[in-house]
């Protein structure tokens, strides 16, 4: 799969009309933006992460699909979205598959609808101990 057809996939999983003002790069099962001019760095760094290969967004995609996305959103209110930020996950949610998170319209991340629950997917390394 290419750049394109990713883009492509994620915009018509979250009903979205997102357009990357920059090049997109997969490097093994993650999508990356560059937005940036020609450097050696780019060599070795592929810009900012924002969504995988199986359709999940890391909370910057989340941010930049999360504008325009009109199908696979769920919308939390502002205790759950504390929860969400300590990793927790969150429960009563019907469905299943990955799902944008919003709260007050604003999307916040990204996690996976199972047995009821919305399983957070944040990394450790993202989450705070509010």
Known sequence: MDE???????????????????NLTIRGEKLFLYTGGATKLHALWRGLHIANTDLSLTIEGAQLFGKTAKKNTVIVSKEQAEKYYCGEDLS?????????????????????IEDGRIVNILPGSRTSGL
């Open 92 to 112: 009563g949610f019907v469905g299943s598959g990955f799902v944008l998170i919003k709260t007050r319209q604003r999307p916040i991340g990204c996690g996976r």
């Open 4 to 22: 394109q057809e990713l883009l492509g996939r994620l915009n018509e999983y979250y009903g979205s009309e997102y357009k990357p003002d920059g």
